[in-house]
């Protein structure tokens, strides 16, 4: 017998070999109906699967939060057999669950086309309307490997082959289909619905080396409902319309080419955007007390050494060799160098906390297909800044940084979503009790901030667990950007100390923080989150001065050049074409701004301002547009510092 302990703490004995249908069924015939899977002392298991041992026991439906994972593996197998009953010879590899969906891998001679999809959708529909039934066994490993081998499919064989020796060997059947997989499966593919979609196709090597055969993976989404999907398909939709190397490309703020693989080329438009964003950067880390240092781009291996980044990072770096023997590192990160300006004299503990501040260049070799736009790169510029403090300074630094990162992200519109707290990795510098110090000052010091975290072991940084500060753009996508890392290890290893007020020489402890993380990413992100409709401040072009008549070209150059000389980002738009193509064509170039002259605007020296995204214009005269448009444009910092917004002008609405 063995004893099962219930979410309601009961416990009740069943036989050895008792399934979760079996238990259910004992309980309530509804629960029977309504359950799909169990989960016995946190591991998940087949609905159908035979008890070997007692434990905590939950009947799971599939409106449980851990179903949703268990029906896209569910959906991905139903896939692999379909495009085999579909495309005979076809073998299949691997086909997991990932976020949002799931993927299988395929070798086959004949490529995939996008045609194919849907013939495979329907397929797939006709296999879950079958109600195939899902069960288990397990096989010896040789026979499996010749079973395999027997029906063609080598690469099962091969994953076979590789498992260790004293792992079960479990086969799932999916009515005549079978598949290698750990599981666990709901019970048969009626009960995965037809809330799934097969979304793209894509290229893949085996095992994700280079060097093996290519195989072709087909990509798809699968939900709990129909609604759950169209909700999905909707926001996928809203993404595709934001990606922001598509609004890069139509507002000719950057490109990216072969010869520079995974580095931005930035056009005018462009840096103008990253400059009014590091300007602000700039002034608000100066308010909060950073020095801006700078760094070189090169340091020798021998520095990258001792701060143990050649052994972690080693092969990310980009590292050439000098005539004279030298191996020079691109940094791929700005700390060692800040604890080398940190160790030039002598400090005292009345220089502390020191706040070092770089908008530093790194570098770090990313395997091409990882590359995404602006949003994964090569080459990359970190608001990075270190602070060296005391121990007992830990806290209040922390409380500061977090006040100042929600500020920063208030100020950019974006709202933070969660606060996670990464603890210690398997590969990692120091000891157990420099951790043991670490983890628990850096949970102290966030609930001395005021913010929950929510755990994450083993996604700790290589020299201390961190703080990772999640946010949430306009369609619900979250990003982790800001981190906060305490670090006792590298002081240590570079040598870092203070003399103390006793006199005695102490090493600092160093807080690695970022509010945006990188710019490239963190511009990437904005671009989506506002669909390249900026905020004037940060608008590359602020304001078009567009003319309606010709004989208005000169009063709208004298309307340009107010508008700059009141600090706006203006281009004027004299072409020869009607006013209402070019309204059309700034609003999709997303203008936030279109001041409209013509003879009568000259004539009165007003100017008719039309907002992105409005049909209406309000008639001001320049110098109440100019006063009114350069408020706006202020950077929120410094809208701060000006105090409450002029009264504005009555004007005309037109």
């Given amino acids: 017998m063995i004893d099962l302990q219930f979410p309601d703490g009961s416990v009740r004995p069943f036989p050895e070999g008792t399934t979760g249908r079996q238990v259910a069924a004992s309980i309530a015939p509804s629960l029977e109906k309504r359950s799909v899977l169990i989960k016995l002392d946190g591991e998940l298991l087949d609905f159908e699967r035979p008890l070997t041992h007692g434990g905590k026991i939950e009947l799971l439906t599939l409106q449980a939060p851990e179903a949703l994972d268990v029906l896209r593996h569910d959906v991905s197998h139903i896939m692999a057999q379909a495009v085999q009953e579909l495309f005979p010879g076809t073998q299949v590899t691997i086909g997991p669950s990932i976020e949002d969906g799931f993927y299988y891998d395929f070798a086959r001679e004949e490529p995939f086309s996008l045609e194919d999809l849907p013939r495979i959708e329907e397929r797939m529909r006709q296999i879950v309307d079958r109600d195939e039934p899902i069960r288990r066994e397990v096989w010896p490993r040789e026979e499996a490997i010749a079973h395999f081998k027997g029906i063609g499919e080598s690469y099962k064989a091969e994953i076979i082959g590789d498992l260790p020796q004293d792992a079960p060997i479990s086969i799932y059947w999916q009515g005549p289909w079978k598949d290698l997989c750990l599981g666990p499966h709901l019970p048969s593919t009626r009960y995965v619905g ?77 840096w103008t955007l990253w400059r009014a964003l590091e300007a602000y950067m700039r002034r608000r880390l100066e308010e909060d007390g950073y020095e801006e240092v700078k760094t070189p781009q090169l340091l020798d291996r021998s520095l990258w050494e001792r701060s143990g980044h050649w052994e972690k990072f080693g092969h990310a770096m980009f590292v050439c060799e000098t005539e004279e023997g030298e191996t020079l590192a691109v940094k791929p990160m700005n700390c060692p160098g800040h604890v080398q300006i940190f160790n030039v004299g002598q400090r005292s503990y009345r220089e502390l906390p020191l706040r070092m501040a770089e908008f530093g260049s790194c570098h770090r070799y990313e395997p091409s297909g990882g590359l995404h736009g602006i949003m994964r790169v090569r080459a990359f510029t970190q608001d990075d800044a270190h602070i060296f403090c005391r121990e007992d300074q830990i806290e209040a630094e922390t409380t500061q940084f977090v006040r100042l990162l929600f500020s920063i992200y208030a100020d950019l519109g974006v ?240």
């Fill in 415 to 654: 709202e933070l979503h969660s606060v996670k707290l990464a603890l210690r990795p398997d590969l990692r510098a120091g000891s157990d009790e420099t951790w043991d110090l670490a983890e628990s000052r850096l949970e102290r010091a966030a609930k001395a901030a005021g913010v929950e975290v929510e755990k994450l072991p083993g996604e700790g940084a290589f020299y201390g667990p961190k703080l990772e500060f999640h946010l949430k753009d306009a369609i619900g996508r979250t990003w982790q950007c800001g981190t906060l890392q305490l670090d006792f290890v590298l002081p240590e290893r570079l040598g870092a100390e203070y003399v103390a007020e006793d006199g005695s020489k102490q090493r600092p402890v160093m807080l690695h923080r970022a509010v945006l993380g990188t710019f490239e990413r963190y511009l990437g992100i904005l671009i989506e989150n506002y669909a390249g409709h900026f905020p004037l401040w940060l608008a590359p072009v602020q304001v078009v001065v567009a003319t309606i008549t010709s004989d208005a070209d000169d009063y709208a150059l004298k309307v340009a050049a107010a508008l700059r000389k009141a600090g706006l980002r203006v281009e004027t738009d004299l072409r020869n074409e009607k006013i209402n193509y070019k309204i059309r064509e700034l609003s999709l170039a997303k203008t936030p701004v279109i001041a409209v002259v013509g003879r009568k605007e000259a004539e009165t020296g007003q100017v008719a301002l039309r907002r992105l995204g409005s049909d209406g214009q309000r008639i001001l005269d320049l110098s109440d547009a100019a006063a009114q448009l350069s408020y706006e444009a202020l950077a929120p910092d410094l809208k701060r510092q000006a105090g409450p917004a002029p009264i504005p002008p009555s004007g005309e609405t037109a």
């Fill in 194 to 270: 037809k809330a799934f979609k097969l979304t793209k196709l894509a290229g893949a090597y085996w095992r994700g080396d280079a060097k093996n055969a290519q195989l072709q993976r087909i990509y798809g989404t699968a939900w709990a409902s129909e609604a759950d999907l169209a909700a999905y398909l909707k926001r996928i939709e809203e993404a595709e319309r934001r990606d922001h190397r598509k609004i890069g490309r139509a507002m000719d703020l950057f490109h990216m080419q072969e010869e520079g693989k995974g580095m931005v080329f930035w056009h005018a438009k462009g």
